[in-house]
């Protein structure tokens, strides 16, 4: 019988303070719940585009590597996500024994777990390494050389997975301060060919373990993350660990197979068509992409990006690459509408736009509202035609289920909350 315990990630969307602290900590029910940190980075944030642009060709760039590496037996050169993104998901961790805290970023585009960016540690007393190197590039300019050990990782008190494959950073260069690393909660397959000289092993993912070793009901974790266009504010959000969290989202949870088309096959990913506004204006068909929290905006394909910079009448800005439009413009704005297998789901003019209340925060000017939609960087029929990052994942709950290889989604009561306008 399996114990039936959850985790739950309560976001707090901090951008001034990252301190987690033990007494709000909750205990009911088997249920824990865990205060973690949403960080928004306050410098570099004109960069958002090219930054989740970078990550788009990484992510599809290593499972290519990964391809090759199976043809030519090859070390390779993949995974691990640059954190040095506009926002990044926090929980606060402990590894080995006695317990080392870190803070590791929440990643549904990796799947290895490993710590140590910016420090120089040694292996904690506990941990047993089993001689294998991490080599690891992701992105443009972001790279972890590490060694691999096993010790165990606890997410909360009582909740502690043991024997899990762990990279400790010997080098790490393109990580954002304050941010100790990865919690790798993607599809195990993006574990391929991460380690050497054993590169055609598969590690175990933190999710993997926690099922097997009967820490949780359900091979399958909820994601919820609530938006917000305050500096300081107060939101709720959750990784539960264990299956869906009804609590958490509205209506029906509807249930799409992983996408059988490559690359996206090998991720989070999905098929779904976008149109626009009442007039159902195309926007892109019936093609495979991923969802991805490590991603702020939502990328799509040249022609789709085309197609809705045609259908929104918005502009490019010089500055930061991001489209603007004038609040004229904005009040007529339509949303966008996603069809993810029988169902659709509506991404409103307010969910396509940065919070305008920060808008200063990516260099921004208070004379525009600037769209959150961009441009993937490569035309449609690639198999990697889109990208749902946290901009679309912020208005719906979400769900990786691992047993049955299968995406949930449903609405929420933020789907069409309106957040960072200004009067």
Not at 226 to 242: C, L, Q, R
Not at 360 to 389: C, E
């Amino acid at each position: 019988m399996f114990a039936r315990l959850s985790i739950t990630l309560c976001l707090l969307a901090s951008l001034t303070s990252l301190g987690v602290l033990a007494e709000h900590i909750v205990v009911r029910d088997r249920h824990v719940t865990l205060p973690t940190a949403k960080k928004v980075q306050t410098t570099g944030m004109a960069n958002v585009l090219k930054i989740d642009q970078s990550r788009a060709k990484g992510l599809k760039h290593k499972v290519d590597k990964a391809a090759m590496s199976r043809q030519r037996r090859a070390p390779a050169i993949e995974d691990v996500p640059i954190t040095s993104y506009a926002t990044q998901y926090l929980i606060n961790v402990t590894i080995g024994n006695p317990p080392q805290p870190f803070q590791l970023q929440v990643d549904t585009g990796s799947a290895n777990t490993w710590f140590g960016a910016g420090q120089y540690l040694a292996p904690p007393p506990s941990s047993t390494a089993t001689g294998q190197d991490l080599d690891l590039e992701y992105g443009s300019d972001a790279v972890m050389l590490g060694s691999e050990y096993i010790d165990q990782i606890e997410l909360a008190p009582g909740f502690t997975i043991h024997n899990q494959s762990l990279g400790l950073s010997l080098a790490a260069v393109g990580f954002q301060d304050g941010i100790d690393g990865i919690l790798g909660v993607g599809p195990e397959v993006l574990t391929y060919a991460t380690l050497f000289p054993n590169q055609t092993s598969f590690v175990p993912t933190v999710t993997d373990n926690a099922f097997w070793q009967g820490l949780v009901p359900e091979h399958s974790i909820g994601i919820f993350f609530a938006p917000t266009g305050s500096m300081d504010g107060v939101t709720n959000g959750e990784i539960h660990f264990g299956g869906a969290d009804s609590s958490k989202y509205t209506g029906e949870l509807n249930y799409v197979p992983i996408t059988t088309t490559y690359p996206s096959s090998r991720y989070v990913g999905i098929n779904q068509t976008i149109t626009y506004g009442s007039s159902n204006t195309p926007i892109l068909s019936n093609n495979a992409g991923i969802t991805d929290t490590g991603t702020t905006l939502i990328l799509i394909a040249t022609d789709a990006f085309q197609a809705y910079q045609a259908a929104t009448g918005a502009v490019a800005d010089p500055n930061i690459g991001l489209l603007r439009l004038t609040p004229a413009q904005y009040s007529n704005l339509e949303s966008l509408f996603f069809k993810i297998g029988d169902d659709t789901y509506e991404l409103t003019p307010n969910a396509q736009a940065w919070p305008r209340t920060l808008n200063s925060v990516i260099g921004g000017s208070d004379d525009f509202i600037y769209l959150m939609v961009n441009d993937i960087g490569t035309p449609s029929g690639y198999g990697f035609d889109f990208i749902n990052g946290m901009t679309f994942l912020e208005r719906f709950y979400s769900v990786y289920d691992a047993a049955q290889n299968r995406f949930g989604i449903a609405n929420t009561q933020f789907t069409h909350a309106v957040v960072g306008e200004t009067n």
